[in-house]
């Protein structure tokens, strides 16, 4: 058995956060962790078929005290939506925005084969800000793949508030 290290740990925190609130009150969407996963599920835009691709990005390290080794990790997370259609997409991501803001459950993650094999709840991942952007290709909708042609990002800086020594 082994053990996530943080960067892992809060990246499938957010996905099992995400995956239990859409799963709970959306139908059709997704959430997968790498743009190859999500570029193999077949779009369809009559079904209402939608993606969140969740990506972790810069990581700054600030020392906590002048002299010290030890820091405190702010991570940038990226909550790429992948939607069938301009509402959808706009309903997506302020749902997203609403249940993520006041913050979500950080887990630490047990694996044994290859398989989640327990997690323990330890903090709290908060939202520190979120940059809401839809992306615009400035190329005819029609053209693009039609996993891109309803897209938005969400950039969040997020923090667990351990400090690392």
Known sequence: MG???????????????????VNNNWG???VEKTFTRVYGIPFSE???TACICVRVGTTEHENVEIGGNSTRREVQV??????????QRLDLKDYIIEKIKSG?????????????A????????KVLDI????LNFDVEKSSLDVHDRYRHLLTLTVRIGQVEI
């Open 3 to 21: 053990s996530y290290r943080r960067t892992r740990n809060i990246e499938s925190s957010i996905i099992q956060f995400l995956e239990d609130n």
């Open 28 to 30: 059709n969407v997704v």
């Open 46 to 48: 009559k079904e209402k």
């Open 78 to 87: 990226l909550l790429d939506i992948f939607a069938s259609n301009d509402g």
């Open 104 to 116: 979500l459950p950080y887990y630490e993650y047990t694996v044994s084969n290859g398989q989640i």
């Open 118 to 125: 327990s997690k323990t709840q330890n903090g709290r991942i």
């Open 131 to 134: 940059d809401d952007s839809p």
